[in-house]
Antibody
Framework: EVQLVESGGSLVQPGGSLKLSCVAS????????MDWVRQTPGKSLEWIGE????????NYAPSIKDRFTISRDNAKSTLYLQMSNVKSDDTAIYYC????????????WGQGVMVTVSS | DIQMTQSPASLSASLGETVTIECRAS??????LAWYQQKPGKSPQLLIY???SLHTGVPSRFSGSGSGTQYSLKINSLQSEDVASYFC?????????FGGGTKLELK
């Protein structure tokens, strides 16, 4: 059974930093691109970015480029999202997702982790 | 960015009814479209990919259709467990983008 378990969410002050983790199980993690998607309190979904199988290539949404960094450790089957210079608009539930091998849709999602940016 | 416009934003239907949700892209996305279901308090789950292919384990009462810029999700014989929000997503061009969602309730 595919499982994605996020952790690391918390309350963080504007301008601060936070690192989210996602531990994967039930599939060969190193064979899949992985993505982060967030859902704002208004309930809309926003793609954040993705990383390829060996971690050598990433793509990001223009709205977060240069503030967030996606990385992975295939030996630990873990995906990361490093968030820097966070803003109140970054308040959201953050989901780790597995991406289909050839297409950019998300075939499995984690349970999500809450990040609140507030002073 | 490709804009995805979903309609309606909310929908109320009776058990056994057929429901259709629409998604319009701001440009041709060549069937690069997925539909997700999100039940209250849960994460989204994949229903349909490539506009009309059913994901593993999804009941056959769900179906997707469309082409070009216009796509739809149909739910036949609505069940109580279908109460959820539904989102479309395009993956034809970066950045991947989602529709605003449709909240489906029972009448």
């Amino acid at each position: 059974e595919v499982q994605l378990v996020e952790s690391g969410g918390s309350l963080v002050q504007p301008g601060g930093s936070l690192k989210l983790s996602c531990v994967a199980s039930g599939f060969t993690f190193s064979n899949y691109w992985m993505d982060w998607v967030r859902q704002t309190p208004g309930k809309s979904l926003e793609w954040i970015g993705e990383i390829n199988t060996d971690g050598s290539k990433t793509n990001y949404a223009p709205s977060i480029k240069d503030r967030f960094t996606i990385s992975r450790d295939n030996a630990k089957s873990t995906l990361y999202l490093q968030m820097s210079n966070v803003k109140s608009d970054d308040t959201a539930i953050y989901y780790c997702t597995r991406t289909h091998t050839y297409y950019g849709y998300f075939d499995y999602w984690g349970q999500g982790v809450m990040v609140t940016v507030s002073s | 960015d490709i804009q995805m416009t979903q309609s309606p934003a909310s929908l109320s239907a009776s058990l056994g009814e057929t429901v259709t949700i629409e998604c319009r892209a701001s440009e041709d996305i060549y069937n690069g479209l997925a539909w997700y279901q999100q039940k209250p308090g849960k994460s989204p789950q994949l229903l349909i990919y490539n506009a009309n292919s059913l994901h593993t384990g999804v009941p056959s009462r769900f179906s997707g259709s469309g082409s070009g810029t216009q796509y739809s999700l149909k739910i036949n014989s609505l069940q109580s467990e279908d109460v959820a929000s539904y989102f479309c997503q395009q993956y034809y061009d970066y950045p991947w983008t989602f529709g605003g969602g449709t909240k489906l309730e029972l009448k």
